[in-house]
Nanobody, 125 residues
Framework: VQLVESGGGSVQSGGSLRLSCATS????????IGWVRQAPGKEREGVSC????????TYSDSVKGRFTISSDNAKGTVYLQMNSLKPEDTATYYC???????????????????WGQGTQVTVSS
C-alpha cells in the first residue's frame, strides 16, 4: 500500500489549498481514506474521511463547512479542498487508509494502518 500526498504549501488566512492523495498497491474500492493532521506538540487529529464504497464523507467539527473531501475512484486519488483557512489549520497533513468505518477512524486515527509521508500546510495571519 502506497499513499503519496501533495499540494501543501503556505497561504494567508482566508486562503485555499487542495491536497491530493495518490494511492497504489491495493484495491481502492471499499477502503476508508482519511486526512489526519498533526501540529507540533499536539496530538493527531482526524479531519476528514471518505468511504470509497459509497462516497459517504465525515468531517471533524473543526473543519466542517470549510473543507471538502472527494475521491476519483478511477484514478485511486482522494482530494481535500481546504477553504477559509485559519492559522490553527497549520499542521502536517497525512493521508491514511484502511478497511475501517470513517466515523470511527476520524475519532481514532490510530485505526488507520497505512499512512503517507505527509505534506505541510502553513497558514499565516
Amino acid at each position: 500500500v502506497q499513499l503519496v500526498e501533495s499540494g501543501g504549501g503556505s497561504v494567508q488566512s482566508g486562503g485555499s489549498l487542495r491536497l491530493s492523495c495518490a494511492t497504489s498497491g491495493f484495491t481502492f474500492d471499499g477502503y476508508a481514506i482519511g486526512w489526519v493532521r498533526q501540529a507540533p506538540g499536539k496530538e493527531r487529529e482526524g479531519v476528514s474521511c471518505i468511504s470509497t464504497r459509497d462516497n459517504t464523507t465525515t468531517y471533524s467539527d473543526s473543519v466542517k463547512g470549510r473543507f471538502t473531501i472527494s475521491s476519483d475512484n478511477a484514478k485511486g486519488t482522494v482530494y481535500l479542498q481546504m477553504n477559509s483557512l485559519k492559522p490553527e489549520d497549520t499542521a502536517t497533513y497525512y493521508c491514511a487508509a484502511d478497511l475501517v468505518f470513517c466515523h470511527y477512524a476520524i475519532r481514532r486515527p490510530s485505526a488507520f494502518d497505512h499512512w503517507g509521508q505527509g505534506t505541510q500546510v502553513t497558514v499565516s495571519s
